[in-house]
C-alpha cells in the first residue's frame, strides 16, 4: 500500500431543511388552519482515529466530502428527517488543520478519538409555528441553515516511542527487522527505504515499544536535497532517537564525525525542539573489519563530547540487546545517564618558561616598594629620609626641616598655653594665702 501522509480535503456539513407551508383541507376537519411541518437537520462531519489505518492514501483520490442534508418540512403537521452524519476514519497520530489559517484544530492521538469538525444547518420551522389568534393563516415558513464548510490539511504524524536517523544505508532497515516483526525493503544502495516504516519491539517482563525507521537525510536536506525533511515529522512525536553512524563509510568526504555533526544541524533546522531529544549514538556493521579499526577513533571524538558509542551489528546481532536495554531505560525510567560518559580530564598546559620568569619579577618588585613605602612612612615620622637603596637616614631639605619645625613650634605652643593658664589660674590662690599670712 502506498504511504500518504499529507492531503488536502474539503467537508461540507449538510444543509437543514426548509420548513412547510401547508394547510388542513379535510372534509371532516372544521377550521383545519396552518399545518406545515419543520425541516429536518443537516447531517455533521466528524474524524475519526482507527488503530488499524496507516495511511492517508484514501483521501488522495477523494478529496470532497459532503455529509447528508436534512429533508424539508411536509404537510400534516409532518416534519422532515435529518441528515445522517458522517464519520472519517483516519490513522492515529494525524494532525487536523485549517488550510486557510494554518491554525491545527485537532490531534487525534488516541484510537477511537472523534472530534467534531463541522456542524449541520439547523431545519426551519414550518408555518404550523407562526399560527397567532391575530394570524391564523400564516403563509410563510422558516428555510433551513447551510451546514458548516472547511478545507483541511491532512498531516499525519506516526506514533513511535524511537526514531532511527542517520545517513543513507547506515543499517536502520536491518536493524527494524532484527528488534521486531516488520519487513521493510533492504538492499545495498542508498535511499532504500522511502517511507516511514514501524516496528514493533517486544522488551522484557511484557514491555514493548514503538520504533520507526526514518528515510535517510543528507546535507542539505532542509533545502530540499534527497528526500528532504519531509519525513522528520514521524520522530516529533519520539521520546528518543538513535543516530546510528556508518564508521567506515565509503567516499573521500565521509568522516562520521562530520556525519553525525551534518545530521543533528539538520534537525535544528527543521525544529529545535527536536535536536534537544535525547539520543544514543549506534556505530553500526560492526561484522566489517573496516568498521572495527575507526571504531576507536569515533569513540574518542564522541567522548570528548560526553557521549557514548554503542557498537552494533544488525546481523550478527552483535550489541543489540545492549542498545535496546539503553533505549527502554531512558523510555520507561526517564534516565538519559546511560547515553552519556564522563568527560576526560584536560590536562593542565604548563605555563612558559619566560612567561613564569615575568611573573617571579613582577611580584619580586612588588614585594621591594612595599617595603620601601613602610620604611619612607616610618623615616618621615622619625623627621628623617628614606634613600632609593638601603634604610641609610639622610638630611631633610631645607623645605622639610622648615615644616619640620613648624610642627615642634605649633606642639611647643600648645604645650606652653597650657603651662600659662595653669600658672594664670594659680597667682590669685597664692595671692590669696599670703594675704592671710600677714
Keep these: 500500500m502506498k504511504f500518504i501522509d499529507e492531503v488536502r480535503i474539503q467537508v461540507k456539513a449538510g444543509d437543514g431543511g426548509n420548513g412547510a407551508v401547508a394547510f388542513r383541507r379535510e372534509k371532516y376537519v372544521e377550521r383545519g388552519g396552518p399545518s406545515g411541518g419543520d425541516g429536518g437537520n443537516g447531517g455533521s462531519v466528524s474524524f475519526e482515529a482507527d488503530p488499524q489505518l496507516t495511511t492517508l492514501l484514501d483521501y488522495r483520490y477523494q478529496p470532497n466530502h459532503q455529509a447528508q442534508n436534512g429533508q424539508a418540512g411536509m404537510g400534516s403537521d409532518c416534519n422532515g428527517r435529518g441528515g445522517e452524519d458522517l464519520v ?88 527494524v527487522s532484527v528488534v521486531s516483526r516488520a519487513h521493510p525493503k ?61 564508521v567506515a563509510a565509503p567516499g573521500e568526504e565521509r568522516d562520521p564525525v562530520r556525519d553525525f555533526d551534518i545530521i543533528n544541524r539538520e534537525l535544528e533546522r527543521f525544529s529545535p525542539e527536536l535536536a534537544t531529544k535525547p539520543q544514543l549514538v549506534a556505530a553500526t556493521k560492526m ?5 572495527r579499526e575507526h571504531l576507536e577513533a569515533f569513540r574518542k571524538a564522541m567522548a570528548r563530547r560526553g557521549l557514548k ?14 542498545l535496546m536495554d539503553a533505549a527502554a531505560e531512558v523510555l520507561f525510567t526517564g534516565r538519559t545517564d546511560v547515553a552519556r560518559v564522563e568527560l576526560p580530564e584536560r590536562p593542565r598546559a604548563a605555563a612558559p618558561a619566560k612567561k613564569v620568569a615575568k611573573v ?79
Design 309 to 322: 558509542v554503542f557498537a552494533i551489528s544488525a546481523a550478527t546481532r552483535e550489541g543489540v540487546q545492549a
Design 88 to 175: 472519517l476514519r483516519v490513522p492515529v497520530g494525524t494532525l487536523l488543520r485549517n488550510e486557510a489559517t494554518g491554525e491545527v484544530l485537532h490531534d487525534l492521538s488516541e484510537p477511537g478519538q472523534r472530534v467534531l469538525v463541522a456542524k449541520g444547518g439547523r431545519g426551519g420551522l414550518g408555518n404550523m409555528n407562526f399560527a397567532t389568534s391575530t394570524r391564523q393563516t400564516p403563509r410563510f415558513a422558516q428555510d433551513g441553515t447551510p451546514g458548516e464548510e472547511l478545507h483541511l490539511v491532512l498531516e499525519l504524524k506516526l506514533l513511535a516511542d524511537v526514531g532511527l536517523l542517520g545517513f543513507p544505508n547506515v543499517g536502520k532497515s536491518t536493524l
Design 360 to 438: 617571579v619579577e613582577r611580584r619580586a618588585k612588588a614585594a621591594t616598594r612595599s617595603a620601601r613605602g613602610a620604611k619612607v612612612a616610618k623615616g618621615a615620622a622619625r623627621g628623617t629620609k628614606v634613600s632609593k637603596g638601603a634604610a641609610k637616614p639622610v638630611k631633610l631639605s631645607t623645605r622639610g626641616v622648615k615644616a619640620a619645625k613648624a610642627v615642634k613650634g605649633a606642639a611647643s605652643a600648645r604645650k606652653g598655653s597650657g603651662k600659662t593658664a595653669a600658672r594664670t589660674s594659680a597667682g590669685p590662690r597664692r595671692a590669696t594665702r599670703k594675704a592671710g599670712a600677714r
Design 287 to 291: 561484522d566489517l573489519p573496516d568498521e
Design 186 to 246: 533492504i538492499a545495498d544502495y542508498p535511499f532504500t527505504t522511502l517511507v516511514p516504516n514501524l516496528g514493533m519491539v517486544q522488551y522484557k517482563d511484557g514491555l514493548s515499544f514503538v520504533m520507526a525507521d526514518i528515510p535517510g537525510l543528507i546535507e542539505g536536506a532542509s533545502e530540499g536535497a534527497g528526500l528532504g525533511l519531509q519525513f522528520l515529522r514521524h520522530v516529533e512525536r519520539c521520546r528518543l532517537l538513535i543516530h546510528m553512524v556508518d
